[in-house]
């Protein structure tokens, strides 16, 4: 009953309806669902599993944006924090990492920023920033092969993975603080169906081009990335009690008591 309130507390938070179609991920629940019309009217147009960031590092954080491009065999722009965190160490333990990873040092933004050396004074670069590393596209890309951006502060975003076997799993917190889909060809074809041409051969095709394509949404689509450890069961009806993995509930619990003025729950 608790979890219930929390997660009505939580809807109140929400952004109010816009005229736009809807995705939304529950990140405690690994779960994606989309809507073609606001307010969300019985079942969703498409729905698929969503893996998000770890609990005890890198949480997937709760916000509302608009998702503006779908990027068909994206580049993988390694963050700063993964450089100095895990490939440098990697990279001095073993030399080949770079290329057996598929990375390479670019100077510049952009896809189109050109390639550099790895030399020591680039390699230096990195940890300072003054250097990229990005991983090129392909199957074994982090990003999969098709990426879908929502421009925000917290540089997070949706996208495929190479990993498929983490979706078996019933815990799904292993991101770095993106939400990968398991789904990312469905998922592509439900948001460029509003578009003329794109069917799922197209969108399969573009996946699999010599070169990496952009495509501008002629309409932006909502996303929101919300927290409730309650949700329904889509062919049931029934309630489904999701593990409180962020502590997100135990905190809204203990501000609502110090609010209302009630002894802290132990």
Same mark, same amino acid.
């Given at each position: 009953?608790?979890?219930?309130?929390?997660?009505?507390?939580? =809807?109140?938070? =929400?952004?109010?309806?816009?005229?736009?179609?809807?995705?939304?991920?529950?990140?405690?629940?690994?779960?994606?669902?989309?809507?073609?019309?606001?307010?969300?009217? @019985?079942?969703?147009?498409?729905?698929?599993?969503?893996?998000?960031?770890?609990?005890?590092?890198?949480? #997937?954080?709760?916000?509302?944006?608009?998702?503006?491009?779908?990027?068909?065999? $994206?580049?993988?722009?390694?963050? #700063?924090?993964?450089?100095?965190?895990?490939? =440098?160490?990697?990279?001095?333990?073993?030399p080949t990492y770079l290329a057996r990873e598929q990375?390479?040092?670019?100077?510049? %933004?952009?896809? *189109?920023? $050109?390639?550099?050396?790895?030399?020591?004074?680039?390699?230096?670069?990195?940890?300072?920033?003054?250097?990229?590393?990005?991983?090129?596209?392909?199957?074994?890309?982090?990003?999969?092969?098709?990426?879908?951006?929502?421009?925000?502060?917290?540089?997070?975003?949706?996208?495929?993975?190479?990993? %498929?076997?983490?979706?078996?799993?019933?815990?799904?917190?292993?991101?770095?603080?993106?939400?990968?889909?398991?789904? $990312?060809?469905?998922?592509?074809?439900?948001? =460029?169906?509003? %578009?003329? @041409?794109?069917?799922?051969?197209?969108?399969?095709?573009?996946?699999?081009? &010599?070169?990496?394509?952009?495509?501008?949404?002629? *309409?932006?689509?909502?996303?929101?990335?919300?927290? &409730?450890?309650? &949700?329904?069961?889509?062919?049931? @009806?029934?309630?489904?009690?999701?593990?409180?993995?962020?502590?997100?509930? *135990?905190?809204?619990?203990?501000?609502?008591?110090?609010?209302?003025?009630?002894?802290?729950? &132990?």
């Amino acid at each position: 009953l608790r979890q219930l309130e929390l997660g009505m507390e939580r =809807l109140r938070w =929400l952004p109010h309806e816009a005229d736009t179609r809807l995705i939304l991920v529950n990140i405690p629940v690994f779960r994606l669902l989309a809507w073609d019309t606001v307010p969300p009217s @019985g079942l969703p147009g498409f729905t698929t599993g969503t893996i998000v960031g770890r609990a005890l590092s890198t949480q #997937t954080p709760v916000f509302a944006a608009s998702l503006t491009e779908v990027v068909f065999r $994206p580049y993988w722009n390694v963050p #700063t924090s993964i450089v100095r965190g895990e490939v =440098l160490p990697k990279l001095a333990r073993d030399p080949t990492y770079l290329a057996r990873e598929q990375l390479e040092l670019v100077a510049g %933004q952009g896809d *189109a920023a $050109p390639v550099v050396e790895a030399t020591p004074a680039n390699l230096a670069g990195l940890r300072t920033g003054a250097v990229r590393l990005r991983q090129r596209p392909g199957p074994g890309n982090a990003l999969g092969l098709i990426k879908f951006s929502f421009p925000n502060e917290h540089d997070v975003y949706l996208h495929g993975t190479p990993v %498929q076997a983490l979706f078996a799993r019933s815990r799904r917190d292993f991101s770095h603080g993106c939400v990968r889909v398991e789904d $990312p060809v469905g998922l592509a074809v439900w948001v =460029l169906g509003a %578009q003329d @041409g794109w069917t799922r051969e197209r969108v399969v095709a573009a996946m699999h081009a &010599s070169v990496s394509s952009r495509v501008t949404l002629r *309409a932006p689509v909502s996303v929101m990335l919300l927290y &409730s450890t309650v &949700s329904v069961r889509l062919d049931s @009806g029934e309630l489904v009690f999701a593990e409180d993995i962020y502590q997100h509930d *135990a905190r809204l619990e203990r501000a609502l008591r110090q609010r209302s003025g009630l002894a802290p729950v &132990s």
